[in-house]
């Protein structure tokens, strides 16, 4: 009985110290997320909002639902985190209006420098490394702790991201046709050749929809044909990113066309995405072999 009541009073006194309770955490994707639970780990409780499997662009009917499933976690958090007011505008609007509505007070958010981005080995150290600064300038009692889980999460990044000798050579005689958004990770971390880069209307001054892509491929065949690309030769990529819906399937069907070997393969951004890629790691590894393999 003597034991249990100490252990009573420790718990009551850990639980008075300023800091000792978890952080909670809200952020708009399941990129933010990731980063933060893997370095927070049982210091912090996390949720994100967006559908990772549907652009944030795009999340505007399914918000209200969204929300709705968080509710809870909603009144009282102690850091808010988003991307940017671009990306994440439909979601931020969201949250606020809820939180609003209920009389939650202002939300304030924690914001990445514009144009941030996390597809990359590169890119997702440096994301590692904001991440890490949020939550020791939010609870410094934990900045030890919080650097050593970084640590570990930068070696499974830098694990996922690897590229050998022997493969770097291997995607750099591949050549590609590529949604814009994945552009960055398969030119300056794979290495592939990027022949066309597309679009939606909305983006690029609407110069590049899949269809003025396939306009333009048709009008200058030479300049595939001399890829050595016809059956027997090489052959073409088409890479879609999952969150951005069917957009590249009449970009592969025109190469066909035109006798050419088009792979069409499909990126994605997000972790809890695809099943069994649950990290910003495991999205790194499986937009990699996609290719690879």
Not at 158 to 178: C, F, N, P, Q, W
Not at 227 to 240: A, S
Not at 253 to 282: C, H, Q
Request: glycine share 8%; proline share 4%; charged share 25%.
């Amino acid at each position: 009985m003597k034991h249990s009541g100490l252990l009573l009073i420790l718990g009551i006194i850990v639980a008075l110290i300023p800091g000792a309770a978890a952080l909670d955490v809200v952020a708009t994707t399941s990129v933010l997320w990731d980063a933060v639970q893997e370095i927070g780990g049982d210091e912090v409780n996390v949720i994100y909002i967006a559908d990772p499997t549907v652009c944030p662009h795009l999340q505007g009917d399914i918000l209200p639902g969204l929300i709705q499933k968080n509710a809870a976690k909603l009144e009282k958090a102690d850091l808010f985190l988003a991307h940017n007011t671009t990306m994440d505008f439909a979601t931020m609007q969201a949250v606020e209006k809820f939180r609003d509505s209920n009389g939650y007070g202002k939300t304030k958010w924690t914001i990445l420098k514009p144009d941030a981005s996390w597809n990359t080995p590169e890119t997702a150290l440096e994301l590692t490394d904001t991440v890490l600064g949020w939550l020791k300038a939010a609870d410094g009692r934990n900045s030890r702790a919080y650097e050593e889980r970084a640590k570990q999460y930068k070696e499974k990044i830098i694990a996922a991201g690897s590229l050998t000798e022997e493969e770097k050579e291997l995607l750099a005689k591949k050549y590609t046709v590529v949604m814009a958004w994945q552009r960055e990770p398969v030119e300056d971390w794979l290495g592939l050749n990027v022949i066309d880069i597309y679009a939606p209307e909305f983006a690029l001054g609407g110069n590049k929809t899949p269809a003025k892509v396939v306009d333009a491929l048709k009008a200058d065949p030479q300049k595939l044909y001399a890829l050595d690309l016809l059956p027997g030769g090489g052959k073409i990529y088409v890479i879609e990113n999952m969150q951005s819906g069917e957009m590249a399937k009449g970009i592969a069907e025109a190469l066909e066309d035109m006798a050419i070997y088009a792979n069409r393969v499909i990126f994605t951004n997000f972790p809890k995405s695809v099943e069994g890629v649950d990290s910003i790691p495991d999205v790194l590894a499986y937009n990699k072999n996609l290719i690879l393999n």
